[in-house]
Structures are given as C-alpha cells and as structure tokens.
C-alpha cells in the first residue's frame, strides 16, 4: 500500500502523526510524507521520506501577522473559531491543494493520511479516487469549526468541478482519534466513525543527554515549565518562572527553538532554561508540568500520570484546560489569573498529596487500553481493499 501523508508544518501538528507513519513502514507500506518549513527535517529525522508542499514560512509569515492583527480585540478563547477557518481553511489549503495534486498524480497513493489541520487532502482524495483519513492532533475540532473551514473551501472544490461536502470531506473516512474518550466527552459527537488511537509520545530523536538539572541525584520535585513552539511569550515565561522561585522545586524551562535562553537573565542552581528539550525524553523525569496546555504536552504529560497547571493563550489550550478541569487532572489559570501567588498555589496543589496525581494516573490508564498504530494498520489496510 501506498500512503501520502499530508500535514501543515506546525510542529503539534507533525508530530502526533510520526507514530502511525511508522507503524505503516514497519508493516511494508510504502510512505511519503508531504509538508513544509522546518517541518520536513522533523520527518527526515523519523526516517520517513518527505516531499515539499504548501506554503513556506516566508510566505505565511505576513498573511498570519495580518489574521493575529484582526483578532486584537477578541478574547482569546474565542480565538480558535475565527483561525481554524481562516488559516487553515483560507491561507493554506489553496497552495496545499496546488502541490499535493500534481504530487498524488505522480506518486498515486491509495490511501492519505492528514492531520484535522490539513484540509487539501481530501479535495486532492476526491480527485485521484484515493480514500483520506483524518488524524486527530488533540481534542476534535469543534463542528462549527469545520463547518467554517469548509465554506472557506466550497470556491476551491468547485474550481475542480466538485461540491465541497460536510465538513470538507473529513468525516469520510475513519476519524483517528488520539483523545482520550472521558476528556473528549460529546465534543465529537458530530463524527459518525471514530477509530480510538493511543497518541504515543514522539518530539523527535532522544538527545544524548539531558540536561544535568534533570539527570542528577536530588530528592526535589522536577517542574517541567513550557509554552510550546508556536505562542512563545517570552514576557509571560519570565513572569511564570518567577512565580515558582520561591518553591523548593528543580525547575526546567524551555523557551521555544526561536526563543533566547539568555533573556531570562542568570538563574539559581535549581533552574535550567533550554531552547528545546525532547519531551519524551524528559517528562518520564518530571513530577508536574506548568504549560499552555497545549495537545502534545498535554497528552504527553497525562500518558505518564503526570498532573498539570495550564495556561491557556490561544487556539485548542482552551479545550484542553476545560478538559484536564473536569478530569480533575490538574488545575487551570485563564488569562488575567496567572498572578505569582495563583501559580505558586497551583503548582503546590499538583505536588501535594491529594487528588490530582490519581485523576491524571487514571487518565493516564485510559490512554494504555487505546489501540496502539500498529493494531489501527489493518483498518487502514481495509480502506483500500
């Protein structure tokens, strides 16, 4: 069998996919993997061959700054509503569609796999007979959402003399869902077929090392202190920081592969600042974890029991902090709540002895009953016949 797997280039949206590209090569299917940017090096490094497709960060940049800019004076919750359609749906489907069309009719895959953010994939499927199959990156996104998204299609379906169909055509097929069933709750009830899928933890190669705060002897609790790659507040991370330096805790601080460890001037022995680590590598280390709750540190960190303080900035953070709310897997500060004395209570809840640990190692035990992506190939294997 042949498989496209087509994805846009944010690294959340890469990475969750890794474990099932694989799980197809390790099964004798042939695999080629189209995205963009730097995202093609996060490919290259799972051994999977990529072709180039959609629009490179140069091009993005602009049109993004322009879609941030009109979103000024919306509260940030409602953020996600507005750029699911507007950056996945109008700026980068159209150029994806222009490179994965003539790319699906030389390669001629029988099956594509997309990640939900994705939505070329099946316009290209629809035009080259090849079922597509949607791949979670989180929780599902929002019916409202995709109905949006698609809306923004319907000009591009009909270029190609096709109707766009419910939900851009997502829904088609199997929906591999990563999320765990009690944290997804009815926020997917508008997917007829979803195929359970164990998101196992990849964030690229294991590091020959890491860093000495973590790996070193020493009874203190490790805090794990992360914003992600995409929403790098560099002002918002110092003022975290600062809120748990006065806790007895060993704390490591990753500012983003753009972000600049230095700007958080000199720290105390129990604080490692890095630009990246590899959070498979470390959160086994760690005994909570201070984030923007984004999906792949969130699943992550829930896969390990491990409890959370989130705050949320933007796009599916949101969903996910109301999730790990009512799983009662950790504790949520929304924006304008993150004060020093806010955070340092949070963050000795989750350490304390009481119910967070349990809810998030009950979490954690609901992840390792979902198929693993070796045992979802045979139904990707059916799709095809």
Not at 28 to 33: K, P
Not at 87 to 100: C, K, Q, S, W, Y
Not at 223 to 247: H, I, K, M, N, P
Not at 277 to 299: K, N, R
Request: hydrophobic residues 50%; charged residues 15%; contains cysteine.
């Amino acid at each position: 069998m042949r498989v496209l797997v087509s994805t846009t280039a944010a690294h959340g949206h890469v990475l969750p996919v890794v474990p099932l590209a694989r799980a197809l090569l390790d099964a004798g299917h042939r695999v080629l993997w189209a995205t963009g940017g730097t995202a093609a090096g996060l490919v290259a490094a799972a051994g999977i061959d990529s072709a180039e497709a959609g629009i490179a960060d140069v091009e993005l940049a602009p049109q993004r700054a322009e879609l941030w800019a009109s979103l000024a004076e919306v509260p940030r919750d409602q953020w996600a509503g507005r750029v699911f359609p507007g950056l996945f749906g109008g700026i980068l489907a159209p150029r994806a569609v222009a490179d994965l069309l003539p790319l699906g009719r030389e390669w001629a895959p029988d099956l594509i796999v997309h990640e939900q953010g994705e939505l070329a994939a099946p316009l290209v499927g629809a035009l080259l007979g090849a079922p597509s199959v949607a791949h979670a990156f989180g929780s599902a996104v929002p019916a409202g959402h995709v109905a949006a998204a698609a809306e923004r299609l319907a000009p591009l379906w009909a270029e190609h003399g096709l109707q766009v169909p419910e939900y851009a055509g997502c829904f088609a097929s199997p929906y591999l869902d990563i999320y765990p069933p009690s944290m997804q709750g009815d926020g997917a009830a508008h997917i007829a077929d979803r195929q359970l899928l164990r998101p196992v933890s990849y964030t690229g190669p294991e590091p020959d090392r890491l860093p000495e705060l973590v790996e070193l002897p020493d009874d203190r609790p490790l805090v794990y202190l992360t914003l992600g790659t995409v929403f790098r507040d560099q002002a918002l991370v110092r003022e975290l920081l600062g809120s748990l330096s006065g806790l007895d805790v060993r704390i490591l601080v990753t500012v983003g592969p753009g972000g600049d460890p230095d700007a958080l001037g000199r720290q105390p022995g129990n604080v490692a600042v890095e630009r990246y680590v590899s959070q498979t590598a470390v959160l086994p280390h760690c005994d909570a974890v201070v984030s923007h709750a984004g999906s792949g540190t969130v699943l992550g960190a829930l896969s390990l029991g491990l409890p959370l303080v989130c705050v949320p900035q933007a796009a599916d953070q949101f969903r996910n902090s109301a999730a790990i709310a009512k799983a009662g897997a950790g504790v949520v500060l929304r924006p304008g709540e993150a004060t020093p004395a806010a955070v340092a209570s949070a963050v000795q809840a989750v350490l304390g002895a009481n119910g967070y640990r349990h809810a998030a190692a009950a979490v954690a035990a609901e992840i390792a009953a979902m198929p693993a992506p070796t045992d979802v190939v045979p139904r990707l294997e059916a799709l095809v016949g």
